[in-house]
């Protein structure tokens, strides 16, 4: 601990410091050339960790922060105990920590797994009364290429599935392509000969529309 004492040296480039990133699990050796700040540096770092899976980055990324601290904790004991810093020591350390570190992450990430599990889930459909069907309608619609598609879904009180179709369709505005979906909603009821219907229809907007005029095309 000869140089200077900037936070550079005492974290990176000091040669026991460095011993200590060469041995560690971050697999990342500050060099000289490498480290002109350390705010610099760590940017470096984040962009390779970056270019990893999320997992691994992460794993990294805390590797990374868990040897910095190890070295700052050998250095105090350096400077307020004037004991001689030991790199093999100090990676084992580290290492210790990472153990408790990842123990800890993965206890927390599996207990929020158990409660997202126990978590009620909404209610997204609702089931029609005894005896009786419900249908969906959906339509979605591009205004830059005049083209959507729609799809119609029926389901009995249990949520069987009795019929359905999808489709493509070019038309002209959104209230046409819900509009075109009730239409193939009733051929289809038509076709199955259903009877007793439940409608329950996302096409709303076409009913604000019920005074204009809508053309379809055979």
Request: net charge positive.
């Amino acid at each position: 601990m000869q140089a200077e004492e900037t936070i550079e040296h005492a974290l990176l480039s000091c040669d026991w410091t460095r011993a200590v990133w060469f041995g560690s699990q971050a697999q990342c050796t500050p060099t000289k050339e490498s480290v002109n700040s350390v705010g610099m540096w760590l940017q470096e770092i984040f962009k390779k960790c970056n270019q990893r899976g999320r997992i691994e980055a992460n794993q990294m990324w805390s590797r990374i922060g868990i040897t910095m601290w190890a070295i700052w904790k050998t250095r105090n004991e350096k400077v307020f105990h004037d004991r001689e810093p030991d790199p093999k020591s100090t990676i084992n350390y580290a290492k210790n920590l990472e153990l408790e570190y990842f123990k800890a992450t993965e206890k927390e990430n599996n207990s929020t797994k158990e409660s997202n599990r126990r978590r009620t889930v909404p209610i997204i459909w609702r089931a029609p009364p005894q005896n009786w069907l419900k249908l969906n309608t959906g339509a979605a619609f591009s205004n830059d290429t005049k083209s959507g598609s729609i799809a119609v879904a029926i389901r009995d009180c249990n949520g069987t599935l009795m019929g359905g179709t999808t489709s493509k369709i070019q038309t002209n505005s959104s209230i046409l392509a819900e509009a075109t979906a009730i239409r193939e909603a009733i051929i289809l009821i038509e076709n199955l000969k259903l009877r007793m219907q439940l409608l329950n229809l996302t096409a709303f907007n076409l009913f604000k529309q019920s005074k204009k005029e809508l053309h379809f095309g055979k």
